[in-house]
């Protein structure tokens, strides 16, 4: 499906941020990294790779299962976020999705719902210039439940002002497209779109 074309009724939009509004695999990985490195701890690109649309914690979760059990899981999460943040300048927009949200700014709601932190998805936003065209923009600090989960999904749906059958989600992961469904709301899947550029796991190192 064409992403400015032949999209589902919608009376709002919701979009995702990694993957979707910016491009963002890579740093990921490279700030994921650079925290295991701090407790002896490595990450497969590959094995990241199927698991991008986790939550920051549990994606670490599954990690210290298979590989590491001696992983401080919270130490973990905190030095990402910090390596996150820190890489967040370096992230770039998705152009098909932002020539989206901006032919539809100022027509439509759009928000904002990530399964990242606050902090994380403000600085990529900034970075590629896109945080003013969203309000809300929700985060995992304040829905507190992860995708699969429809929570923030709703809470975007209520901030807006905009019933849930009324919103047209973009995603780029299954849990994601998952989320939405749960949320009785139309989805994108950005994956599918040809233009798409990615963004090479080992682009920072």
Known sequence: MALLDDLPPFKALIFDCDGTLVLSAGLHFAAFSQAL????????????????GLARRDLL??????????LDLVQAVRDSIDATGALAVTCLPNPPVVALAR???GLVPMAVASNAEDK???AMLD???????FDPIVTLSEAKLAKP?????????????????????????????????????????????????????????
Not at 65 to 70: I, L, N
Not at 127 to 133: G, Q, S, V
């Open 120 to 122: 994380v998805v403000r």
């Open 37 to 52: 490195a701090r407790q002896g701890a490595v990450m497969d690109a590959a094995w990241y790779g199927q698991r991008t």
């Open 103 to 105: 032919r539809w700014f």
């Open 61 to 70: 979760a599954e990690l210290r299962e298979d590989f590491f059990p001696a």
């Open 127 to 133: 970075a590629c210039d896109l945080a003013p065209l």
């Open 149 to 205: 989960d429809p929570a923030m999904f709703l809470m975007a749906a209520t901030q807006m002002g905009v019933a849930p059958r009324d919103c047209l989600v973009l995603e780029d992961s299954d849990q994601g497209m998952a989320a939405a469904a749960a949320a009785g709301m139309a989805a994108v899947d950005v994956r599918e779109n040809a233009a798409q550029v990615s963004q090479p796991l080992v682009s920072f190192f």
